[in-house]
């Protein structure tokens, strides 16, 4: 099956920024949408963004306009800049992988998260 790795994540103030990483490895084709989902304690699961081979992208209206995600297909990465931080962006950070898009799929291959903190 599809293994996501992703990285990146940290404590961070207000304002900063962090760019999470995930490596998709195993049964992974070249067309899979690719993208973000992030949860906090006692909530669902929540979109963030994703990119389809061709580079076009879907964002979440919380992050629109301070996250980018962006890929590498020949290397089966997927980026997410986030900048300018804000404590509610605060949760475990999800990297998803499908053959379709990924706020309509209940399929998607996960990895187990990095943790990213925005103190006040």
């Known amino acids: 099956q599809v293994q996501l790795v992703e990285s990146g994540g940290g404590l961070v103030q207000a304002g900063d920024s962090l760019r999470l990483s995930c490596v998709a490895s195993?049964?992974?084709?070249?067309?899979?949408?690719l993208g973000w989902f992030r949860q906090t304690p006692g909530k669902v699961r929540e979109f963030v963004a994703e990119?389809?081979?061709?580079?076009?992208?879907t964002y979440s209206d919380s992050v629109k306009g301070r996250f980018t995600i962006s890929r590498n297909n020949a290397k089966n990465t997927v980026f997410l800049q986030m900048n300018s931080l804000k404590p509610e962006d605060t949760a475990v950070y999800y990297c998803?992988?499908?053959?379709?898009?990924?706020?309509?799929?209940?399929?998607?291959?996960w990895g187990q998260g990095t943790q990213v903190t925005v103190s006040s």
């Open positions: 195993g049964r992974i084709i070249n067309n899979y949408y």
């Open positions: 990119i389809r081979r061709s580079g076009a992208t």
């Open positions: 998803a992988a499908n053959l379709g898009d990924l706020g309509s799929r209940t399929d998607n291959y």
